[in-house]
C-alpha cells in the first residue's frame, strides 16, 4: 500500500506538554501555568513544570527523530516565551531557542510544521479576558507576526491556531481545561475571537509573500446518531454543528452555521460580537486543512444532562461509545473509518484543498518491560488501521500530504497530566530517560518504504 511520493511523514508535539522550563528564558505565564497549578484541576495535580525537559534536551530529542527516519516534526510555539506579556516587543531569548530547534531540524533534513498557539495563551490576556476579549486576536495578530518575520525563512508549514473548539469549549464551556469557565456565551464569543484571530495573523503572514503554505488546525469529528430515532438524528445535527460546522463553515463559506446561532440566540446567548467584515477576515484562502482525527461523535439526545460539565450537554446531548468498540487508555473509541469520512467530507462539502493529518495516535496503558522494550502492539494496530483509512481517502481523491502522529514523546496530557501516554516514545520521566517503543520502530520502517506492507 504505497502513499504518494514526498508524503510528509512525522510526529508532533505541542510547547505545554513538552517543553518545561516554564521559568527560563525570560517566559512569562501561560494560562495553563495557573491552571495546572489550581488544586483540583489536573489529575494528580501535574503540571507542565518540567515536562519531558525538551527546552534543555532538544539535541538529544532531535537525535532521536532522525534516527527513526521522521520526515516532518510538528512543534508549538509558547507565546508566553516570546511575549511574556502577551504583547509588545519581543523577548529574543525565546525567539533563540526556536531558532535552534527550526535549524536543529532542518540540519537533520526534518522539515519543520510550526504551530503558533496550542493553548498556552499568556496569563497577563486572559487577565483582562482572554478569548472572550476581542483585542485578544489583535494581540495574536502582533505576535503571529514577529515569530513569522524571525523564523519564515526556514520553515515552511505554519498552522496558526490547534483546534480551536478544544479552546473555546473545554476551556470557556466545560471549565475542564483552562482557564477554566463554564458558560457557553462565553464558549460562543472565544470561538469567534479564535476565528477571528486566525485571519487577522494570516493577513499579516501572507503579507510576507513568502511561498510557506498557510493553515489552521482543526479537531473534526464526524457525528452519528447512537439510535436510528429523530431525536437522536437532531441531536447528531446539533453537535455536528457545534464541533464541525460552527470552525468549517465560517472558514470555508464566510458565514455561521444558522442552526448552531439560532439555537444559542433562542436560549438568549448574545452574539453581537460578530462585527462588520470578520467573517471575510476569517475566510481568507488558506493553502491547507490540519485535521486531528481522534473518534467519532455517536450521539444521543439527552435533555437531562443540561447544565452538566460534560461536552454537548448544553445542546441536550450526549456522545456515546458505542458498545462494540475498542478503547484507548483515554476510554476513546477506535474508530479509523472516521478518518476516512471526515477527509472525504471535507473535499465534498467545503474544498478540495491540500490536508494534513496534523494529530492522530492514541493513548496506552505502556511499561517498560523486563528486558527494558516497550511492546506497544495496540498503537501499531491502531496506527496501522488509521493509515489505511487515510490511505482509503486519498484513493477517493482527497489530496493528503502528510501524517503528524500524535506523539513524538509522552507527555503532559493537559487535564490528565502525566497518566496518559500518547508517545511513540517512552518518556521515564524522573530520570527523563526516552526508551523508543515499537511503534517508533514500526513508523521508522513505514516511512522507509513510504507504505504498509
Ligand atoms: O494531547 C492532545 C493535543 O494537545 C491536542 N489534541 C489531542 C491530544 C490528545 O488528547
Known sequence: MDFPENFLWGTATAAYQVEGAVNEGGRGASIWDTFSHTPGKVRHGDTGDIACDQYHRLEEDLDLMSELGILAYRFS???PRIQPEGSGSANQNGL?????????????????MLTLYHWDLPQALEDVGGWTNRDTSERFAEYAAIVHEALSDSVGFWITLNEPWVSAWMGYGLGVHAPGHQDSARALAATHHLLLSHGLAMERMRSAGDANQLGVTLNLHPARPSRDREADREAARRVDGQANRLYLDPLFHGDYPEDVFSYYGERGVDLTFVQDRDLD???VPIDFLGINYYFRNTVRDAPEEQGQSIPFADLGARSVIPHEAEKTAMGWPVEPDGLTEILVRIKEDYEDLPM?????????HDY?????????????????AHFRAAHQAIAQGVD?????VWS????FEWAEGYSKRFGIVFVEYGA??????SSARWYSDVIRRNGLE
Open 77 to 79: 510555539v509558547a507565546w
Open 96 to 112: 533563540d531557542f526556536y531558532r535552534r530547534l527550526v535549524d536543529g531540524l532542518r540540519q537533520r533534513s526534518i522539515e519543520p
Open 281 to 283: 477576515r476569517i475566510s
Open 356 to 364: 494534513y493529518v496534523t494529530e492522530n495516535g492514541r493513548a496506552v
Open 368 to 384: 517498560i518491560d523486563p528486558e527494558g522494550d516497550v511492546d506497544d502492539e495496540e498503537r501499531v494496530s491502531y496506527l496501522d
Open 400 to 404: 493528503l500530504r502528510g501524517y503528524m
Open 408 to 411: 513524538f514523546l509522552d507527555n
Open 432 to 437: 527523563q530517560r526516552r526508551v523508543p517503543k
